[in-house]
Every structure is written in C-alpha cells, then in structure tokens.
C-alpha cells in the first residue's frame, strides 16, 4: 500500500528568504558607505590648516568664491556685499553661528570684508572654515 501526501510541500519559499536577506544587508551597507555632507553650500577649495573648526549646530554658511570674478554666496544664492547686511540681520536674530567658506583664490580684502560685516551687524559667532591636512 503506497501512502501518500495529503499537502503539497514547496521549498522555493526557503531561496527567496535568503534572497531578501542578501538585498537587505546590501541596502545596509550602501547606506553606511555613503558620504553625508556635513556643511552645506557652495563648494570651495578651502585652504588647509592643521587646525580645522569642530562641528557647529545649525550654522549659517557664506562662501566666497576666487578667481577673476570672486563672488559672495549666501543661503546659496549669489548677493553682493551691499545686500548682505539684511540678510544677517535674519540670521542674528535666529541665533545662528556664521562660517565663512572662502576659496583659496579669494582677495583677502573680500574676505575681510565679508568678516566685518557679520561683526558689525552683531553676530559674535563668526569662523573661517578650513580643510585639515592629511
């Protein structure tokens, strides 16, 4: 007398759980390797330094770009030095600390200047912001 099975067992089930797994651990790994931007705005070429600024909380970036034509970006948006000074107003008020990026081409006058007008306009919070030497 031949027995036989009442219910039909499948085990494809069994590759597509390991299959899942290997996705996951992919996912994961991928989002551990990706580069977090710490500091937003404009990308510069930031001179170095052995001595680089820590982490801030919530700062306010204002890059300066060099070459020819070196330009004042705050927020992301292109402004010129005349109409910084409303804009930092808004940011004193929030109480945000200010870093200056500037490009390593930067007049250093533009630089001072920029400096001095977040000075003036009573943020006390004001860094330049460097990359570390390797």
Do not use: C
Not at 68 to 88: N, S, T
Not at 91 to 99: D, F, H, L, M, S
């Amino acid at each position: 007398m031949k027995i036989t099975r009442t219910k039909e067992y499948h085990f494809g089930w069994i590759g597509v759980v390991s299959m899942i797994d290997v996705v996951f651990l992919l996912i994961f790994f991928l989002l551990l390797s990706s580069n977090f931007i710490l500091q937003p705005g404009i990308s510069v070429s930031l001179p170095l330094s052995r001595f680089t600024l820590g982490a801030q909380v919530n700062p306010e970036i204002i890059s300066i770009t060099g070459g020819a034509a070196p330009a004042v970006y705050f927020r992301d948006e292109k402004v010129a030095l005349e109409q910084l000074g409303p804009l930092l107003e808004a940011a004193k008020n929030e109480g945000r600390p200010v870093i200056i990026k500037a490009d390593r081409q930067t007049p250093y006058d533009l630089v001072m200047a920029v400096t001095n007008a977040t000075l003036e306009h009573g943020i006390t919070s004001v860094s330049l912001a460097s990359a570390p030497l390797r």
